[in-house]
């Protein structure tokens, strides 16, 4: 296909903090998305204060990077007041768009004449839903997850709005998110964005006659693995989906780093023509790197069989990060980063990240350590040492060394 007729998707990333958000702007994110401390879907994710919007946003648009902010849980009647508070605020601070779905948000958006985009929690899944949010002044609708890509472009082709679909991270057994399995278990609602993943879990099942059990942790039929379309990328891309979601507000800053850094480099390859299956099986294994529940195309090319539930508990990423210590200084002239060993040991050859608020996370290989005159081919907890470090670094900024997870 002619890749001069063909738009580029942007890149949305989500951001729970301060070291997210560099983090994604870093990877070369095109748009972020986060929310304030409430309602917003994510309730437990670290969040920002409202008054940090005006400092999100001049730092984003410094970057050439477009902001969103989530405001899409239901809105009880208490909450208007707050509702027209943070739809004020993000009129004032120049949020780009905010992502909703209760008519009440809607309508603040029309009021203060705020772009706003449908979020997936509406399930909107036809081109007669997308066109009513159309009429409405949506500028963008996230369709449901339970769309194929042949649907999507169907969509797409009847409709006059930006379309958003997810790209990567978790899925849900519920219909676009909607369940109320949390609510009845720990009385945390998932609609509130404070969802527990009870369906995570493994279970037990007891006869009420015989009083046999058995434990449903084989299948977990409630748990489906984490959506990954690096496979399937160049078939998005030539669909007209004008925007790539990642999600991930709750994960680490490592996780938006790797995922964002490879579907960026994804997407450039595909417009460079060299995005062949080599390179794709290169990046899943680098996405595997970090958390992740085995991977799924969900329902792109069709409706996910068994073999799209998780099979353990957890995550099963190929590596983990261990404490270190901290960066003491950085030497910009020279390109060298001071580090004091506060746990463990480091050795030559190790793979590490550096990672703060400001920093955002840098991964490199130690191919040198210095103290003082010495060079060192290990350095024990207690020992003040030097790196080459390309990057710049932030003093207090902390350091992880990258291990491997499998046993």
């Known amino acids: 296909m002619e890749k001069d007729n063909i738009k580029k998707p942007e890149l949305l990333a989500p951001a729970g903090n301060w070291t997210m958000l560099n983090a994604a702007i870093e ?3 095109n748009a972020v998305y986060f929310g304030v401390k409430s309602l917003n879907m994510r309730a437990a994710a670290n969040n920002f204060d409202l ?3 005006p400092g999100i946003v001049a730092h984003c648009k410094e970057h050439n990077v477009k902001t969103h902010l989530t405001l899409n849980t239901i809105v009880f009647e208490e909450e208007l007041d707050e509702l027209d508070k943070i739809v004020h605020a993000a009129s004032d601070a120049g949020i780009d768009m905010i992502i909703c779905w209760d008519m009440a948000v809607i309508q603040k958006c029309v009021e203060y004449n705020m772009p706003f985009c449908i979020s997936t929690q509406a399930s909107s899944s036809n081109s007669a839903t997308v066109k009513f949010y159309e009429r409405l002044g949506a500028k963008r609708v996230v369709l449901a997850r339970e769309c194929t890509l042949d649907k999507i472009k169907e969509i797409k082709s009847k409709s006059n709005v930006e379309i958003e679909t997810f790209v990567h991270g978790a899925m849900c057994i519920a219909v676009s998110g909607r369940c109320f399995m949390s609510h009845e ?12 993943q009870p369906c995570r879990r493994e279970y037990q099942i007891i006869d009420s006659d015989e009083k046999f059990e058995l434990t449903l942790g084989k299948d977990y039929v409630l748990s489906p693995k984490d959506l990954c379309t690096i496979d399937i990328l160049d078939k998005l891309i030539e669909a007209g989906i004008d925007s790539f979601k ?3 507000r709750k994960r680490s800053p490592e996780y938006i780093a790797n995922v964002v850094s490879t579907y960026r480099k994804a997407i450039d390859l595909y417009f460079e023509n060299k995005l062949d299956d080599e390179t794709k099986k290169e990046f899943v294994e680098k996405l595997g790197k970090v958390y992740n529940r085995g991977f799924s195309s969900g329902f792109y090319i069709g409706k996910p069989g068994s073999e ?3 099979k353990i508990y957890g995550s099963i990423a190929t590596t983990r990060k261990e404490y270190i210590g901290k960066v003491l ?13 506060e746990a463990g040991e480091l050795k030559t ?4 990240y550096i990672i703060g608020s400001t920093t955002g996370v840098v991964e490199l290989t130690i191919d040198k350590m210095m103290q003082e005159e010495n060079e060192l081919c290990a350095a024990p907890k207690g020992n003040d040492i030097t790196i080459l470090c390309e990057e710049r670094v932030r003093q207090y900024d902390k350091v ?4 491997s997870s499998v046993s």
Do not use: M
């Open 349 to 352: 050859g190790d793979p590490i």
């Open 27 to 29: 990877a070369g994110a």
């Open 51 to 53: 008054p940090d919007l």
């Open 329 to 341: 200084n950085y030497y910009k002239k020279s390109g060298v980063a001071s580090i004091r060993i």
């Open 400 to 403: 992880y060394k990258i291990v």
């Open 185 to 196: 278990v720990f009385g945390k609602s998932a609609n509130r964005g404070e969802c527990l």
């Open 246 to 248: 990642i999600e991930g």
């Open 308 to 310: 799209s539930y998780a």
